[in-house]
């Protein structure tokens, strides 16, 4: 349940990487390049939400199925 959860913010770290990239393209120079790099370091970060509520849904950390059991 937790890692549905984490999806929230991961897709939020997504859609504004992807306006990044989209913006980084229209510039020109070093502030383009700027751009892409950001955009990538903006996925990467998109992907330790969905990690960390993988990792306690499967260990069984996860506070929110105390109240659906």
Known sequence: ????????????FV???????????RADGHIGTFGRVLAVWIFVI????PMAGAYVTLS???PITQFVQ
Do not use: K, N, Q
């Open 1 to 12: 349940m937790c890692f549905f959860f984490s999806l929230i913010p991961a897709t939020m």
């Open 15 to 25: 859609v504004i990487g992807y306006f990044v990239l989209y913006t980084s393209a």
């Open 46 to 49: 998109a992907t330790f939400p």
């Open 60 to 62: 069984g950390y996860c």
